[in-house]
């Protein structure tokens, strides 16, 4: 019950984050004995022109319900040069076994602090999946809290939400929405997975998100590749 | 207000203590028994005992899990409601041998 109102709250709550919203919906599992290596990219397309960042992480399940992911963020500037922006650690908690209550839930505990700079920022979220026969959805309802010497202490909030159907494990069509401040996109989805031998398989994620709360050009396309061993 | 309350509370309650039962084992990198009955339409709790010295990861797209199977331990999986259907399962490191299939049948079908 208390689940299902922290859930509730959090939908319920107003979304203002700034900055880039569309990235990757987490899943609330964490499986013992996995380790990763990730890539994530998101190419924002505005009138203004195009932002890129790229993250690289390296992680795995540290317990049987808790996992751990360090990363580096990377950013092209308005110069046109892509260098080091951030880095960051993120602790997500499997809260539950899959599949014995109504729903699964997870949460996610991040902390990031900005290279060369003093500025910070810290999220927690609540990360929510349900089956609905061949299809799942998956809620992210994060809190975020930014300060430091070079910017304005503020809260945000961000919401994600993946609508999929498990079509066929290598291809996995989506429908994912997108919310922060000044920003609600939404587009189609697609994920995949390619299994080697063992437990090495590479998971993909791809997303073209569309800003539909503005008139003008906004338009997101992301990428990420998980390799698991 | 107060029903609305308790059947809230209700609803998200764990529905685990009547849920049926299906013992599966894990020796010498097989399931057994590697094909089994299940009813259709209601949650089951799948108990995978590995008596492997080796843990092992239960996985299976048709069912949506995958649960590390801790070598000497009873490992709980919950699955369903499943539609009528066969569904696959397997273990991830030994894909070629730990190999099974449940079958979800309606109550009537049953081969009790």
């Given at each position: 019950m208390r689940y299902l109102t922290w859930a509730l709250l959090l939908l319920s709550a107003s979304s203002w984050a700034d900055g880039m919203v569309v990235d990757k919906v987490y899943h609330p599992y964490v499986l013992p004995y996995e380790r990763e290596l990730e890539w994530r990219l998101v190419s924002r397309q505005t009138d203004e022109g195009n932002v890129l960042a790229q993250r690289f992480g390296v992680g795995g399940a540290i317990s049987e319900t808790l996992s751990l992911e360090v990363y580096g963020v990377g950013e092209r500037d308005d110069e046109g040069d892509f260098g080091l922006a951030a880095y960051e650690a993120e602790l997500r908690w499997q809260m539950v076994e899959q599949g014995r209550y109504w729903a699964d839930f997870g949460a996610l505990f991040e902390i990031e602090k900005q290279h060369k700079e003093d500025n910070y920022e810290i999220t927690s979220g609540l990360l929510f999946e349900k089956e609905f026969g061949i299809t799942s959805l998956t809620v992210n309802a994060f809190l975020v809290y930014e300060w430091g010497s070079d910017i304005d202490s503020e809260w945000e909030s961000e919401f994600r939400a993946q609508y999929r159907y498990r079509l066929r494990s290598a291809f996995q069509p989506a429908l994912e929405l997108y919310s922060g401040e000044d920003f609600v996109g939404v587009g189609p989805g697609f994920i995949g997975l390619h299994r080697y031998d063992g437990q090495h398989q590479l998971k993909w994620e791809a997303g073209f998100i569309s800003e539909v709360?503005?008139?003008?050009k906004d338009h997101s396309f992301r990428l990420a590749l998980e390799f698991e061993f | 207000m107060q029903r609305l309350i308790w059947i809230l509370m209700l609803l998200s309650m764990?529905?685990?203590?009547e849920l049926k039962e299906f013992k599966l084992v894990l020796k010498d990198h097989l399931f057994y028994p590697a094909r089994m009955e299940v009813p259709s339409g209601e949650k089951i709790r799948l108990l995978v005992h590995n008596l492997d010295g080796d843990p092992e990861e239960f996985d299976s797209f048709d069912l949506n899990r995958e649960k590390v199977l801790f070598p000497g331990r009873i490992n709980v999986i919950y699955v369903g409601p499943l539609a009528p259907g066969e569904y696959f399962f397997f273990g991830e490191f030994a894909p070629d041998t730990a190999r099974g299939t449940l079958v979800a049948v309606p109550f009537a079908e049953q081969r009790l």
């Open positions: 709360g503005h008139g003008g | 764990p529905a685990f203590a």
